[in-house]
């Protein structure tokens, strides 16, 4: 595994990261899923601020405080809705991995732990969003010096499984100074 981006099981509202991201949707009003459990634990102050930012586009990427969340940072984006894979999902998930990582190099936040976004009430593929997911980060890390370490944060040990698998297969053979 990359010495920069780990995989592991957890809740991500307990990450003491500079910042966790929330698959978010584009009113960034909360709602359920990983979203509705970083709003509980923010506390209402998250959504005052949230207010103000008049939504997001799928993609896209805005930060916020973090509250009373141990993560100083909450890097919030709507991810796509699954519509059958040919509808442009695979480059607006990249997408919005890739908005993260760039608004958290602008702050100078140096370990930012991401969901597994779109693949719960979106119900895009777990291996298919594995992949984007991994592939995307791996090219950032590739060509940024930060953040100085990522963490997918799974919520079941069977996803995590998946995330590993996809890491392995993709990434494996890559020469150990390349990564
Ligand atoms: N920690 C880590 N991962 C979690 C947690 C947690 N505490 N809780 C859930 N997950 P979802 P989406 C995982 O549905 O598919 C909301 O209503 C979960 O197992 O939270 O992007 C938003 O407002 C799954 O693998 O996000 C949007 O309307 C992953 O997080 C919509 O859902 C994403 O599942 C976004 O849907």
């Not at 966790?20 to 102050?45: F, K, W, Y």
């Not at 709507?78 to 190099?105: H, M, N, V």
């Not at 984007?132 to 990522?150: E, G, N, Q, W, Y």
């Amino acid at each position: 595994m990359n010495s920069r981006l780990e995989i592991l099981v957890g809740d991500i509202t307990q990450s003491d990261s500079d910042a966790i991201v929330n698959a978010a949707n584009p009113t960034l009003l909360g709602g359920s899923g990983v979203d509705g459990a970083i709003h509980r634990a923010a506390g209402p102050e998250l959504l005052e601020e949230c207010r103000k930012l008049h939504g997001c586009e799928r993609g896209q990427a805005k930060l916020t405080r973090g509250y009373h969340l141990k993560a100083r940072y909450v890097l919030h984006t709507p991810g796509p809705i699954w519509r059958g894979g040919d509808k442009g999902e695979a480059e607006t998930l990249a997408s919005c991995y890739r908005s993260c990582l760039e608004l958290a190099a602008e702050h100078g936040l140096e370990t930012v732990d991401f969901p597994s976004i779109s693949t719960g009430v979106y119900g895009y593929p777990l291996a298919q969003a594995a992949t984007v997911a991994l592939r995307t980060i791996m090219a950032f890390l590739d060509t940024h010096s930060l953040p100085r370490r990522v963490r997918m944060v799974c919520h079941s040990e069977e996803a995590a499984q998946v995330y590993r698998q996809t890491y392995n297969m993709w990434f494996a053979g890559e020469k150990p100074d390349r990564l």
